[in-house]
């Protein structure tokens, strides 16, 4: 049985920073890609990042360029999401997602198994 776990979340201030985690496990993912996405009350869940299995291509919200970076070890079947210079509007749920092909997408329906999410709120 697949599973993905996230970790990390929590309050903090507008400016600072979080790190993220999503560990999986019931099979090897090394050679798919992983993404995290997030969701605020009221509002459609959306992509934030993505990495392929190989680590050589990434892909990046607009909203979150510069200031987040998505990171894997694949030996630890693990992702990670290190934020920073955190904002209010990042305040949300995060879910990391296994997709099975080696694509990039920013679809959440192109994504086969997903995290039980974790919170993340950022004061002002």
């Known amino acids: 049985q697949v599973q993905l776990v996230e970790s990390g979340g929590g309050l903090v201030q507008a400016g600072g920073s979080l790190r993220l985690s999503c560990v999986g496990s019931?099979?090897?993912?090394?050679?798919?890609?992983m993404g995290w996405f997030r969701q605020a009350p009221g509002k459609e869940r959306e992509f934030v990042a993505a990495?392929?299995?190989?680590?050589?291509?990434?892909y990046y919200a607009d909203s979150v360029k510069g200031r987040f970076t998505i990171s894997r070890d694949n030996p630890k079947n693990t992702v990670y999401l290190q934020m920073n210079s955190l904002k209010p509007e990042d305040t949300a749920v995060y879910y990391c997602?296994?997709?099975?092909?080696?694509?990039?997408?920013?679809?959440?329906?192109?994504?086969?198994?997903w995290g039980q999410g974790t919170q993340v709120t950022v004061s002002s």
């Open positions: 997602a296994v997709d099975r092909t080696a694509v990039l997408h920013t679809n959440p329906a192109a994504y086969d198994y």
């Open positions: 019931g099979r090897t993912f090394s050679r798919y890609s």
């Open positions: 990495r392929n299995w190989s680590g050589g291509s990434t």
